[in-house]
């Protein structure tokens, strides 16, 4: 297991794969090269789409607010060790750990009505936050990230379909990757704000939404935020190693702390209720996990190299182009090797770059209009016409298939 952890290492295939590099000039703070970014774009694009499905809408907030903000929310007294500070026009200022006060603002940058409710906001949003230097790793502990930040406000009698709603878009997610996952639910820490009936209301709405689920959870007493209880998902990866990826915080105090209200089917002013959550987690932590789990072979769809045109030799680069002007006109991403190496040589690159499909082109394919195909999944897959080959991975790629090696030979 250590051995296969070692080669699964996401910041030695980061390396190799060319998707991320960490530098000097900013511990803690990764670049994101080329191949990363299609790889991080292609992820929040799935995000953007199921939660427009699932009735959420995005916002963005700032990544400075003023000390005051902060003082509102809490965030000062109970984290401002891990908080980035600064100061502008002879005020304190912080850069933000988290994304909640930014979503709190724009709830109340208007009237609400229990007809609004619930209101889902969500936010990628890039956070910092002051890790201990010898606790950064890759990207599984950074500085900065971006947190997949989602901040639903409701009346009391919503609570429980939208937890319900939440655990659901996350099963959703984990289900896609192929992760299984176990629940726990975290109770009152020492350190919290707000009232003994605040706390039981809010554990009592979390238990009894995952009660109804079905889903089995263990109780992980005092380990909840300080503004709320928690349920939290442990995705279990392909060696068997357990990530804490997608949390539900319910919050009862940040609604009264910034005074949030909205007008009820009575006429009276009334105090909504607000959930944190998360999916992914943090993007970047998100990426190494699933580097780890899919060992750098990623799902066609995730993958940053879609497809690998490999020309016989030079004078057959002119029909690599026109193929590989199909494969974009299709959106499909890929690349061509036109060094002048022989063909297995090219070919082995293009496996060690875990590349999910290669185009091997020559004479008899630019004359018959064709391309060879081989695949990671079964290798050599025989000639076939460029159209349906791209039909067929266009099709992959929609569906979000994770194509097995061992789906292959069945």
């Given amino acids: 297991m250590m051995e296969e952890a070692k080669k699964r290492d996401h910041r030695k295939l980061g390396r190799e794969l060319g998707l991320f590099m960490m530098h000097e000039a900013g511990p803690g703070f990764p670049f994101f090269l080329p191949k990363g970014m299609a790889l991080k774009n292609t992820l929040l ?37 891990n908080m980035y500070t600064t100061v502008i026009d002879e005020e304190d200022y912080a850069i933000k750990p988290m ?6 603002l724009v709830y109340a940058s208007e009237p609400r009505s229990y007809r609004d409710l619930p209101l889902r906001l969500g936010e990628l949003g890039i956070v910092h936050r002051h890790e201990k230097s010898g606790q950064l790793h890759g990207l599984m502990r950074v500085r900065c990230f ?10 009391p009698d919503q609570i429980k379909s939208e937890i319900m709603g939440v655990a659901k878009l996350i099963n959703d997610v984990y289900s896609l990757f192929g992760f299984k996952y176990h629940v726990e639910l975290s109770t009152r820490p020492e350190d919290s704000m707000g009232s003994d009936e605040d706390w039981e209301m809010a554990t009592e709405g979390l238990r009894s939404a995952l009660d109804e689920l079905g889903l089995e959870y263990v109780v992980n007493e005092g380990d909840g935020a300080f503004y709320g209880p928690k349920i939290d998902f442990h995705l279990v990866d392909a060696i068997g190693r357990t990530w804490q990826c997608g949390t539900i915080q319910l919050d009862f105090q940040l609604p009264q702390r910034f005074e949030l209200e909205y007008m009820g089917a009575d006429g009276e002013k009334h105090r909504p ?35 690998k045109i490999l020309p016989i030799s030079d004078k057959f680069v002119d029909y690599a182009d026109k193929v590989k002007n199909a494969l974009d006109e299709a959106g499909i991403r890929a690349e061509i090797d036109t060094r002048s190496e022989k063909i297995g040589y090219k070919i082995r690159s293009a496996q060690l770059e875990k590349i999910p ?22 290798g050599d897959e025989g000639q076939k016409n460029l159209e349906t080959f791209i039909n067929d991975v266009t099709e992959e790629i929609q569906s979000r298939e994770i194509r097995t090696v061992q789906k292959t030979q069945e």
């Fill in 273 to 307: 209720i607000m959930i944190h959550r998360v999916a992914f987690g943090s993007i970047e932590r998100f990426i190494g996990i699933l580097t780890e789990h899919f060992a750098g072979a990623f799902p066609t769809w995730l993958a940053p190299v879609q497809v």
């Fill in 45 to 81: 694009d799935y995000w953007r789409e199921i939660h427009k499905k699932a009735g959420y809408v995005e916002m963005s907030s700032p990544i400075i607010l003023n000390r005051k903000l902060w003082e509102t929310s809490g965030h000062w007294d109970h984290y401002k060790d």
């Fill in 99 to 104: 994304n909640c006060p930014g979503g709190v």
């Fill in 146 to 155: 971006t947190q997949d930040d989602a901040h639903i406000f409701m009346t």
């Fill in 357 to 378: 499909y290669m185009l091997v082109v020559g004479q008899k394919e630019e004359e018959e209009g064709v391309v060879a195909v081989r695949s990671r999944f079964a």
